[in-house]
T-cell receptor, first 109, second 114 residues
């Protein structure tokens, strides 16, 4: 199986920046995903990295370092609607996706 | 536009009873998955199917079975429910033909076993 670690909770102020780190150990690697999940809802896809470097998508960016087994999700210009759980997920050599426990981000006014 | 439909949305079940959670997708995705989500543990893979007619075991398969008779449907059966199977169950699908192959999730089925 996979070992995926991310912080349990983070709190930030509206308009600020928050960085959610994710470290992983995997048998084979076929990409790293970030999902957003609002309370009581299904997860929705945010970003995908398979090569080292930064992928930018509007206010959200995701970074990957395969040699370090490390990724982060950067949320800029935080809005109240960004309060949610953010899930780091790694696809292994068998193309199965394993998830971390998730990081709950609370945005305060 | 339906995407992935799960049923039931919520169910309370007596221990020992048999239960089937239904999942149907209309996106013609080749791969389908069942996850359970528990507080503090995140999403854990129960079973998966890479294509119609094939299935595989995930991280927590014990007590569950699946079938994939066609592309669209992927039911999850609990043969004899136990309280530890109380959870939120998510069905998901993905299409590896082009793009990153991200998962699309259903809205979830909340199951309580008493």
């Amino acid at each position: 199986g996979q070992n995926i670690d991310q912080p349990t909770e983070m709190t930030a102020t509206e308009g600020a920046i928050v960085q959610i780190n994710c470290t992983y150990q995997t048998s084979g690697f076929n990409g790293l995903f970030w999902y957003q999940q609002h309370a009581g809802e299904a997860p929705t896809f945010l970003s995908y990295n398979v090569l080292d470097g930064l992928e930018e998508k509007g206010r959200f960016s995701s970074f990957l370092s395969r040699s370090k087994g490390y990724s982060y999700l950067l949320l800029k210009e935080l809005q109240m609607k960004d309060s949610a759980s953010y899930l780091c997920a790694v696809r292994d050599g068998d193309y199965k996706l394993s998830f971390g426990a998730g990081t709950t981000v609370t945005v305060r006014a | 536009i339906a995407g992935i439909t799960q049923a039931p949305t919520s169910q309370i079940l007596a221990a020992g009873r048999r239960m089937t959670l239904r999942c149907t997708q209309d996106m013609r995705h080749n791969a389908m998955y069942w996850y359970r989500q528990d507080l503090g543990l995140g999403l854990r893979l129960i079973h998966y199917s890479n294509t119609a007619g094939t299935t595989g075991k995930g991280e927590v398969p014990d007590g569950y079975s699946v079938s994939r008779a066609n592309t669209d449907d992927f039911p999850l059966t609990l043969a004899s429910a136990v309280p530890s199977q109380t959870s939120v169950y998510f069905c998901a699908s993905s299409d590896s033909a082009g793009g990153p192959g991200e998962l699309f999730f259903g809205e979830g089925s909340r199951l309580t076993v008493l």
